[in-house]
Each structure stands twice: as structure tokens, then as C-alpha cells.
């Protein structure tokens, strides 16, 4: 499900959760236990890629509809534990986007600090209201604080090349695909210079309004969302994208 490797004290984690690195229950609940056992070692700063040509395809919607209000009550509060470990992890993490960045791919792009992206024709977007679903208040805050438009990101919902991306905000550096994991460890070692210490309290500070919304308004939103995510219309919704998109 992941692939560890060390580099000059970076770690770096590729996904490789199937075909496309599909967030489901078990890759959530992995990936969290990752980005918490990262934060607890020695490593200076973490790398996070994925495999050939995708970074992450988002959420696995076929799951999601087969599994209905059921799984959705599961797999939200996963999801939410996933991307709260990521937003305090307080060391660099650099994301090495080598491929489709899609949904909660581009989520978990958004929170890393720094967002290189291979050339090619990868894409990144949230297209979760395409989808039918509405955001969780982390996941939109998230993608709020680094997007130059953040209501064309989450609203219109649609993927971006490249060069796109790089002026909406969603990377912040375009790299040849070889050369791509090499120049995130460049950059996350450059990072890892600054004392720790410096670093996480920087970090932290910049995440201080996000952290602010989710106290004022994350119970009430989220419980909403849940809501949303298990009624009848949002399923039947879900089930139409998959068969519009991926014919099952």
C-alpha cells in the first residue's frame, strides 16, 4: 500500500494502494498511521509521490456507492483523520505530484508545503461537486489556503493541466517526470535546513485560521456533510457519475 525510502534523512512515501491509489478505509487509516509514525522519527522532512503516472485518483467511488450510508459513515471520519494528520505534520513535506492529482489527490497535494509537479498529462482538480458530493469543511479549507481561486477550484470542479495549475495555485513548480523525485528531495532537504523548531512553529502559526474555522464551524458543516454524503439523492448521484465516467 505504501513504499518507504530514505534519502539524506527525508523520507520519502509513495502510494501505491492499487492501480491509482484510490482513498478507501484501508489506504486512509495506512496513510494516517504513516504521516504519524513520520512525524515521531528522526526523519528531517517527508517526500510524498506515487506511482507511474497517477498520484492519486481521489476517492474510490465504486466502493462508495456499493457501499452506501453504511461505508460513508466510516469512511468520512477516515478521511477527516487522514488529512488532520497531514495539515499536523510539522515537518516539510514536499509532494512530488508525478501524475493525476484528482479529488483527494488534490487535497493531499494542497496540504503538503511545497507542490512539484511532473510535466505530462497528469491533471489536478477537486471535482467532488462533478461528483455530486459536497466538501468536507477540511478538505475545502485546505484547498482554500493555497488555491489563487479557490471558488473556481471547488465550485466549477474541473481538472487543470499543468501549466494551468501551476497559475491556480495547485503547484508551485512544473519538473521533467525523471527529474521529478529528485528535485523534491532537493527542495525538502533545503527546507529541513531551517531549524525544526523554526519550522514547525511557522507551520503552525500559518494553519492557525484554518484550525479556527473547523473549531467555529467543523461540527455543524461536517454533520451536514455526513448527512449529505448518505442520502439517497447524493448516492444515486455518485452511482451516475461512475457510470457516466467509468462505465460500471
Known amino acids: 500500500m505504501f513504499e518507504r525510502e530514505e534519502r539524506d534523512g527525508i523520507r520519502i512515501l509513495r502510494m ?28 528531517r522532512a517527508l517526500v510524498l509521490t506515487g ?32 488529512f488532520g494528520a497531514l495539515v499536523a505534520f510539522e515537518k516539510p513535506v514536499v509532494a512530488a505530484v508525478n501524475g493525476h492529482a484528482i479529488a483527494g489527490g488534490c487535497v493531499i497535494a494542497c496540504a503538503s508545503d511545497r507542490r512539484l509537479m511532473a510535466r505530462g498529462k497528469g491533471r489536478i482538480g477537486a471535482p467532488e461537486l462533478r461528483v455530486g458530493v459536497p466538501f468536507p469543511l477540511l ?10 481561486r479557490p471558488d473556481e477550484v471547488a465550485l466549477w470542479g474541473g ?17 521533467d517526470a525523471p527529474e521529478l523525485l529528485e528535485r523534491a528531495v532537493e527542495q525538502a532537504l533545503e527546507l529541513a535546513r531551517v531549524p525544526a ?27 451536514e456533510v455526513l448527512e449529505a454524503w448518505s442520502s439517497d439523492e447524493v448516492l444515486a448521484a455518485i452511482g451516475d457519475y461512475v457510470k457516466r465516467t467509468l462505465g460500471k
Open 16 to 43: 501505491a494502494h492499487g492501480k491509482a491509489s484510490a482513498l478507501d478505509l484501508e489506504f486512509l487509516g495506512g496513510l494516517a498511521d504513516e504521516l504519524e509514525a513520520a512525524a515521531a522519527s528522526d526523519d
Open 51 to 82: 506511482r507511474g503516472t497517477i498520484f492519486s485518483a481521489g476517492v474510490d467511488l465504486v466502493r462508495l456507492r456499493d457501499g452506501g450510508a453504511a461505508y460513508v459513515r466510516e469512511f468520512l471520519p477516515a478521511l477527516d483523520r487522514a
Open 139 to 148: 478538505a475545502l479549507e485546505i484547498v482554500r489556503r493555497v488555491a489563487t
Open 159 to 175: 481538472t487543470w493541466t499543468p501549466d494551468d495549475a501551476l497559475a491556480r495555485g495547485l503547484a508551485d513548480e512544473l519538473v
Open 197 to 223: 523548531r523554526s519550522y514547525a512553529l511557522t507551520k503552525r502559526a500559518l494553519h492557525q485560521p484554518l484550525r479556527d474555522n473547523l473549531a467555529r464551524h467543523g461540527e455543524e458543516h461536517d454533520r
